[in-house]
Structures are given as structure tokens and as C-alpha cells.
């Protein structure tokens, strides 16, 4: 059964830089899509960022040039490197293995003073 352990998170201030990291289990991962989304209050879920293979990522207007996502394949972990955020960044995040049921538990970041 494939799961998705979420890490990282909290408070940060505008500008400021925050890592999330998913830790994935299963025999397949390698060749999935990996996907993050958001979902902030009153809002509905949203991809952010999604990455194929090694390199082939995608994102979001709202988050472009700000985040990186990346895999560590060996080590099975998805990372979304967030700098220069934004109060409007402030969502619970969640990982996903992209057209599977399989979510990560959810974090939240906070952007705020």
C-alpha cells in the first residue's frame, strides 16, 4: 500500500523560505507523476507544482519563479523548495501521487508577520 508522510511547514514571514518534503513508499514511484497542491480556507484544492521523470516539472502562474519541486528518487522523497513567499501562499499543502488516491496527510504554511 503506497503513503505519502508529510514533513516541514509552519509559520514564515513574507519573503521568507520554507521546504516541504514528502516521503513516498512503493516499488513504483519512480514512475509516477508527483504533484503538490494547496488548498487555502474557503478555496478549492489547487496543483501548485508537478514533476515527471527527474526534471520535468510544471507550475502554477501564482507560484512560478517562487517554488521548486524536485525527487530524490534513492531516497523516494518529493521536495517543494518555497522562496520568496507570499501571504497569499498561506494553505494546508498537501503531496500526491497524481491520478492515484494516494495524499499526503497535509501541512500547513502560514506567511504572515
Not at 86 to 110: F, H, L, M, R
Amino acid at each position: 500500500q503506497v503513503q505519502l508522510v508529510q514533513s516541514g511547514g509552519g509559520l514564515v514571514q513574507p519573503g521568507g523560505s520554507l521546504r516541504l518534503s514528502c516521503a513516498v513508499s512503493g516499488e513504483w514511484f519512480v514512475r509516477h507523476v508527483m504533484g503538490w497542491y494547496r488548498q487555502a480556507p474557503g478555496k478549492q484544492r489547487e496543483l501548485v507544482a508537478s514533476i515527471m521523470g527527474e526534471n520535468l516539472t510544471s507550475y502554477s502562474d501564482s507560484v512560478k519563479g517562487r517554488f521548486t519541486i524536485s525527487r530524490d528518487n534513492a531516497k523516494k522523497m518529493v521536495y517543494l523548495q518555497m522562496n520568496n513567499v507570499k501571504p497569499e501562499d498561506t494553505a494546508v499543502y498537501y503531496c500526491n501521487s497524481i491520478g492515484t488516491t494516494a495524499w499526503g496527510q497535509g501541512t500547513q504554511v502560514t506567511v504572515s508577520t
